[in-house]
């Protein structure tokens, strides 16, 4: 089991910017892809975006493409989401997670959080507008 903790989150205006991080701990998570989702109340967990093990490869759900970025430091055991020209509706709790299986995923499974077996406690965002 990978231990992950998130943070970073805070209390921002709309337009502006965050950088949430995510240490990871116990089993080695640097052959696992990793992922950040989130949660509002109310709503289901919904995808945000992954990178690949090695970190060539990352993925971005429609609504965050062009504002966020995905990066992995190994070495480190850190993942990190920047979030830039932040809107309201990015509002939410948000997860770290790593793959439950090591190494490759097929595509579509970066985006499923259901082959994410480790998760953290989760770090809020709130975008003021």
């Known amino acids: 089991q990978v231990q992950l903790v998130e943070s970073g989150g805070e209390l921002v205006q709309a337009g502006g910017s965050l950088r949430l991080s995510c240490a990871a701990s116990?089993?080695?998570?640097?052959?696992?892809?990793m992922g950040w989702f989130r949660q509002a109340p109310g709503k289901e967990r919904e995808f945000v975006a992954a990178?690949?093990?090695?970190?060539?490869?990352?993925y971005y759900a429609e609504s965050v493409k062009g504002r966020f970025t995905i990066s992995r430091a190994n070495a480190q055991n850190t993942v990190s989401l920047q979030m830039n020209s932040l809107k309201s509706e990015d509002t939410s709790l948000y997860y770290c997670?790593?793959?439950?299986?090591?190494?490759?995923?097929?595509?579509?499974?970066?985006?499923?959080?259901?082959?994410?077996?480790?998760w953290g406690q989760g770090t809020q965002v709130t975008v003021s507008s």
């Open positions: 990178v690949s093990w090695g970190g060539a490869q990352t």
């Open positions: 997670a790593a793959a439950a299986s090591r190494f490759a995923l097929s595509r579509s499974d970066y985006y499923s959080a259901g082959k994410y077996g480790s």
């Open positions: 116990g089993l080695t998570s640097d052959n696992r892809a």
